[in-house]
């Protein structure tokens, strides 16, 4: 049974940082690209950060880059992302997502991959 599990998220100051990670088991990604989206109420799921299957490249969505960095560990089959300088307004739910297309183009939107977590709730106080 595939499964993404995300771990990570919680309560921090604006400001703050967190690392998120996501643990993939029941397949190997090692192949393929990964993501990060998030959700918050009353918005649609959108892509924060994605990652290649090389792990050559890399996209950010405006908002984090500069801030966010997404990152892969092939050998414990984890993605990560990194979140520094936490604004009240990257307060959502955040997903791991697995794609299979190899050569996706990075920063695709949600229905482009074909594996998901289950979630991770981060909340950014003032």
């Known amino acids: 049974q595939v499964q993404l599990v995300e771990s990570g998220g919680g309560l921090v100051q604006a400001g703050g940082s967190l690392r998120l990670s996501c643990a993939a088991s029941?397949?190997?990604?090692?192949?393929?690209?990964m993501g990060w989206f998030r959700q918050a109420p009353g918005k649609e799921r959108d892509v924060v950060a994605a990652i290649s299957w090389s792990s050559e490249s890399t996209y950010y969505t405006d908002s984090v880059k500069g801030r966010f960095t997404i990152s892969r560990d092939k050998a414990k089959n984890m993605v990560y992302l990194q979140m520094n300088g936490l604004k009240t307004e990257d307060t959502a739910v955040y997903y791991c997502?697995?794609?299979?297309?190899?050569?996706?183009?990075?920063?695709?939107?949600?229905?482009?991959?074909?594996?998901w977590g289950q979630g991770t709730q981060v909340t950014v106080s003032s």
């Open positions: 997502a697995a794609a299979l297309t190899r050569g996706l183009r990075l920063g695709a939107g949600p229905g482009n991959y074909d594996f």
């Open positions: 029941g397949r190997t990604f090692n192949t393929y690209p």
